[in-house]
């Protein structure tokens, strides 16, 4: 079993940073790709970033030049830095890890956190 906890949301101003973290917990080892998430109110989930075991990283376009994904050396921890914040990154994040490689797809990630909200105000 994995268990994933967020942390590092909060309120920013527009064209502010935040940076986000994901404490992984339990069978680690195999993991091999992990992700950053994310959903407003009245919104699908949509991928933001991942990172496999590898190191290579994917981003969405809306992100891509503001966010970098992260592990630390143990992978223990994934992290998120955000940059030049908008009020449309205003959403609730979560981090997602799995076996497979399903990148940005959602829908091929088996474990979660709890989710972090991020708002950002214009």
């Known amino acids: 079993q994995v268990q994933l906890v967020e942390s590092g949301g909060g309120s920013v101003q527009s064209g502010g940073s935040l940076r986000l973290s994901c404490a992984v917990y339990g069978y680690t080892n195999s993991l091999s790709c992990m992700g950053w998430f994310r959903q407003a109110p009245g919104k699908e989930r949509e991928g933001v970033a991942a990172?496999?075991?590898?190191?290579?990283?994917s981003y969405a376009d809306s992100v891509k030049g503001r966010f970098t994904i992260s592990q630390d050396d143990a992978k223990n921890t994934l992290y998120l830095q955000m940059n030049s914040l908008k009020p449309e990154d205003t959403a609730m994040y979560y981090c997602a890890a799995d076996y497979r490689i399903p990148k940005l797809r959602s829908e091929g990630y088996n474990y979660w956190g709890q989710g972090t909200q991020v708002t950002v105000s214009s």
């Open positions: 990172i496999d075991s590898d190191g290579s990283t």
